[in-house]
């Protein structure tokens, strides 16, 4: 699973997993991810045109909502992958 959080934040997905009945076996931080993101979700904005008449108008939909929606949250975010266990 890959979890989003504040730089400097507690970790919640420790306590999550457990209440899902899952146990973290390992966390790999992605500090580069945020940055990733921070570039393309405003290529999607600024050709939002082409991203309708290339996708599926539903898939189009999605992509630019999830840009709206997260590209104001990404400064000072942090990216982690969690290995879980049942």
């Known amino acids: ?4 959080t504040r730089r400097g934040a507690t970790p919640v997905w420790t ?19 945020p940055a990733l993101w921070e570039r393309l979700h405003p290529l999607w904005l600024a050709h939002a045109d082409d991203l309708r008449s290339q996708r599926r108008e539903d898939r189009a939909r999605n992509m630019l909502r999830e840009a709206h929606q997260v590209l104001p ?12 266990r049942c």
Do not use: I
């Open 15 to 33: 306590a999550q997993a457990r209440a899902a009945g899952l146990t973290v076996e390992h966390v790999d931080e992605r500090p580069a991810e």
């Open 73 to 84: 949250a990404l400064p000072g975010s942090a990216r982690v992958d969690a290995s879980h």
């Open 1 to 4: 699973m890959t979890w989003a």
